[in-house]
């Protein structure tokens, strides 16, 4: 079920609409997925199609010091999968794990052939992920940020994949203004500074849609024990 919204009705789309109602049932229960859709993002419109390879970069962050991910496990499924898809065409996987830092990324996305899909995995926060530094300590990355990088493969890339807690939540700040409450000048509970002032609230996710104007899977919740994208 697709979602849209325009600007000005934008905080309906943050609401937990899975919980609605049909027939007695909430729709969590009823095999039921919604698509968010911002109003005026035509996702993917006008994108060249997929050339002789399908381009697909993988990107598998883990700092020292964070929780342990299962990204091995995840970094072999990813490419299992693109194996066994019959997509008339060969795949082009490029994977970076260790070392992901701004700087590397900026020159893989500089690459002239572009890419058709980005898969984000690694430690996140509701408006932040973390990338990793030069000495392998987190690299806390803003929203926008993240979406200033990526702006580097907008031409091409179709989707983008951020398998992340809270990728596609709201920071605490921005969940006090909806239900209308205070906001502290520094108080966000994630660490990142709220720099949305009173515009639209929006996700990392949301973000990502705006200003590539892809389709973007992300998670709105944390997962147990590394979670569910939604």
């Known amino acids: 079920m ?12 943050f609401l937990p609409l899975e919980l609605a109602h049909v027939g007695g049932k909430p729709l969590s229960v009823q095999e039921v997925t919604l698509v968010v859709q911002p109003g005026g993002n035509d996702s993917a419109l006008g994108r060249p199609p997929v050339g002789e390879r399908l381009r697909v970069l993988g990107l598998f962050s883990l700092p020292e010091g964070g929780q ?5 496990r995840e970094r072999q499924a990813l490419v299992g999968l693109l194996t066994r898809i ?5 795949a082009d996987v490029r994977v970076l ?21 980005i898969h984000i995995s690694g430690h996140g926060a ?3 992920l973390l990338l990793e530094t030069a000495a392998g300590l987190p690299d806390r990355v803003t929203a926008e940020e993240l979406a200033g990088l990526l702006h580097m493969a907008r031409e091409r890339v179709k989707l983008v994949t ?15 203004r909806l239900l209308g409450l205070a906001v502290a ?9 709220d720099r949305g002032g009173q515009s639209a609230p929006g996700a990392l996710a949301t973000k990502l849609a705006e200003r590539l104007g ?7 919740y944390p997962g147990w024990p590394r979670g569910t994208p939604t």
């Open 2 to 13: 697709r979602v849209t919204a325009p600007a000005d009705a934008r905080p309906l789309l």
């Open 68 to 72: 342990p991910l299962s990204l091995r």
């Open 86 to 90: 019959p997509v008339g065409r060969a």
């Open 97 to 117: 794990q260790y070392g992901v830092t701004r700087e590397r990324l900026r020159d893989v996305l500089d690459e002239d052939e572009g890419w058709d899909l």
């Open 126 to 128: 509701p408006g932040e």
């Open 162 to 176: 951020v398998s992340a807690c809270w990728s596609a939540a709201l920071t605490v700040a921005q969940q006090r």
């Open 185 to 193: 000048a520094d108080a966000n509970g994630s660490g990142v500074a």
């Open 214 to 220: 892809c389709a973007v899977l992300a998670m709105r």
